[in-house]
C-alpha cells in the first residue's frame, strides 16, 4: 500500500501531465506495514494527454523520465 | 472518535449477515445495463487500428482508403507519426489510429484498410537477454532500470549463524486481467459538454482524464458506469487511448460511438500483471529461524514499466539484502493488478520456507510461526495459522513427498497473506427518506462487480432499522458527487462511515417528524425491525410507512462523509491447499483451500466470502493456467485468446471454506485484494509436498511438473 499512497509526482519539478493511481485514491498508510516488508516500487504511470503509458513524443513516462527533459513536458 | 452516535453499533440487525446482492435479479434478468449494453440514438460503432509488430518504425500511414469505405464517418490518429522519435511503435497492440462507422463491420472493414507501412526493428521480449546484455538497446536510458535495494543487519553473520543453507531461483509469469468485460467506452457530446459510459473503477478519475486529455472543464463532463464486468486493476487507471479516441470520434463524427475492445486487444493493450523472479540465498537456524536472506530480483513490466514486488514477503529477517532490476521488453504495459506484487511477492518467497524448514526437519506451520512479525490486530498470522491447520486436518499432512503407492500423490501447503485496505475521505454520501417511505443512498462510487450495491444498501438499512431491499443506492454516476477509484481495497473503508453518518442524520431528522405524533421526545425513539418506536416499548412507535407520512412533501435529506474510527487498515489472511498430483501426467487438481482472512468489521458477510472465492480462483488460475506466451522470434502472443490462454473451468474449482474472521473493534477494512495473495504458493507448495519435487515456477503446468519430476529437484 505504500507503493499506492506515497507522493511519486511533484508539482514543479514532474510534468504536470503524468499521473498515477495513487493521485485518485483515499488510502491509509499503516505505519507497521514497512515492519513487514521492505518498500518496493511498482508505480504505474501514464500521460492525461494520450492517455496511455507513453507521452505525446511516444516514449514512455515515468517519474525519472518527464521531470522536464523531455520536449512534451509541462509545467 | 468514540462514543459517537455514528458509531457503528454494538448490536447489528443486519450488518454482517448474510445478504443476497442487491442487483442480483437486475444482474441475472438482464437488465443490468453494462457499457456493452449502451446503446444511443445514432450511435456509431469504432475500432482501434494497432501495430502487429513489437517494435517498429512507421514509416507511412494512409487513411485514404478508410475514408471512403462504406459507412465510415470518422477516421484519426491516435497522434503524428510524421517524425522521429514519435513514430515508433513499442509493442504488438501499441494504438496508431481508429475509424468509427454506421456498423461494427463496417468499422472492421474500414480498420482493416488502412495501409500502414512499416520499417520494422529489432524488438526485445525476452528478459534475460536483456540481463545479459545481448538485447538490441530499445529503450532510452537503456534496456534495465535498477529498483529500490534492501539491506538490513549483516549478511556475513547471518549466513554464519545458519545450521543450513538453500538457494534457488524462483518465478512467476505474466498474466493478463481478462476482464469478462472488455474495456470500452460510449461517448456522446452535446455542444462542448461529454457524456461518457465506460466500464472504469473510478468514474471521478474518468471525468479528470477525459477532461484534461480534451482541454474542457471536468463540470463538462459526465461519466456513468452503473455495471461493470471486472476490472482487476486495470480499469483504474486512465480512460485508455480507446476511451479518448472514441471521444474523438464522436466528436468528428457528431454522432455518439461505442468503441469496445475485443479479446485479443485486451490481452495485448490494456495490462497486465509483470513476471517477478528471483535467484535467493537464505540460511536458517537449528531452531528454526531465518538468519539470512539474500536476494536478487528482476522481472518485465512490459515497454517502460516498472516490476518490483516485496520481498522477502512477510516473515522478518534480521540479517538481508535485497536488488533488483526492472526489465523493460517490447511488451504491453503492466497495470495494477489484484493486489500489486503481492502475489510475486508470496510466491517468491513462500517456496523457499518450505525448503528451509525441511532442511531442519521442521513442520512449515511452525517454521512460519516463529518467523511471522509479532501478533497484533493487523498482524494476525500465527492465530489464523494454528488455526486453520486444526480445521484443515494438517496434522495429517505427511513429510514431502507421497511416498504411498500409485500415481495419484496427495499434499498440502499453506501461505500467509496481508494487504492495507484502508480508506479515508473526502467519500460524500446523500440520503434522502421521502413521505411515501422511499430511501434513496446516492454516491458518486461504483461497483466493480464486487457488490458495492449491497453494502450500500446494508449499512443504510442496518441505520434506519430496515431491510436491504428497503433502500434504493443510486452509484456510478458523477453527477453523484466526487468519489475515490475503486483500487486497492480502499472502496468499502473510504465509503462505509460517510453512508452509516448520512443514514444516521436522516433518521434523527425522520425522528424529530415522528415525536411530536407519538408524544414523546426524539431522543427516546430507535428504528428496528421496520418500525420507529420508543426504545424496548413498541407500543409507542409506529410502522416505517407510517412515520415517513409525517415527512410531509419535502424529502428528508442528510449528507454525511468518511469519519476517523470508523474504518482502519491492513489485513491478515492464511490459506491452506490441498492438491492430488498425478505423477504420470503431470496434472494437478487441488481439492481443497481454506482460507482464514480478517477484514475489520464485516458489512456482508456473503458478498466478503464472495471476495474470498474470486480471490482463491483467481489465484488458482496464476498457479496452474494463465501465462502470456510470446513467440520467441517474432515477440507476439501466441495466445491472445480464451482458447489458448487458460483458465479454469467449474470442474477445476475446487471446494473452498472461507472463515472470515470478525474484528469489528477495527471498523471497516477492504477485501478485494488479500485472498488472492496466497492461494498459488500455497497450492505450489502442495505439489511439492504430493511429489517431492520443489516447482519454483508458475504455471505448474503438465509439462513443467513432469519435467521437474525428471530433473529430481527437491
Redesign the interface.
Known sequence: MLTLTSPKISVGVHCAKLRTKGMYMNAVVDPDELTFYDPYDNTVYWCVSTQTGFGPDGEPVRADLCNGERGCCKF | MANSEFDWPAKSSVLGTRVNRVDGPDKVTGRAKYTFDINRPGMLYARMIRSPHPHARVVSVDLSSATRMPGVKSVLM??DFSSA??????FQG??IAAVAADTEEHAIDAARSVKIEYEVLPHLTIVNKALDGTAPPV???GNV?D??P?Q?GDLTAGFAAAAKVVEGTYSTQVITHTCMESHGTVCEWAGDRLTAWISTQ?I??AR??FA??LGIPQANVRVLCQYMGGGFGSK??????E??MCAKLAKAANAPVKLMLDRKEEHLATGNR?SAASKIKAGVSADGIITAFDAQSWGT?G????????????Y?VAN?S?S?KNV?TNTG????MRA??HPQ?SFNTEIIMDELADQINMDPVEFRIKNL?PQ?P??MWRAYLQEGAAEFGWNKRHATGDKTPGPIKTGMGVSVN??????????PAHCEITSDGVVIMRLGTQDLGTGTRTLVAVITADALGLRPAQVRPEIGDTAFGVS??S??S?TA??ISPGIRVAAVKALDALKEKVAPALGVDAASLVAAGGRIQVENDPSKGMTWADACKHIGPQAITAEGD?RAGM????TSGAQFAEVTVDIETGIVKVTRVLVLQDCGLVVSRLTAESQCYGGVIGSLNFALFEDRILDRNTGQMLNPNMEWYLLAGMSDIPRIDVRIKDQPERGVIGLGEPPTVSTAAAIALAVRNATGVTMRSLPLTPAKVLGAMRQGRA
Open positions: 491516435v497522434r522519435p514519435n513514430n515508433r511503435v513499442m501499441d494504438e529503450f532510452t536510458g532500470r529498483g529500490r534492501a538490513a473510478g471521478s478519475g479528470e482524464n484534461s486529455a483504474a487507471l486512465s480512460v485508455g487511448a476511451g479518448l509483470p513490466g515497454a517502460g514499466a516498472t516490476a518490483d514486488f516485496p520481498l522477502p514477503y512477510l522478518q538481508r535485497r533488483h523493460f504495459q503492466q497495470r495494477p500489486p506484487g511477492g512479525p497484533a493487523n498482524a496481508t494487504w492495507g485496505g484502508g480508506g479515508r475521505g473526502p467519500s475515490a477509484l483500487g486497492g480502499t473503508a473510504s468518511w474504518s482502519s487498515t491492513t
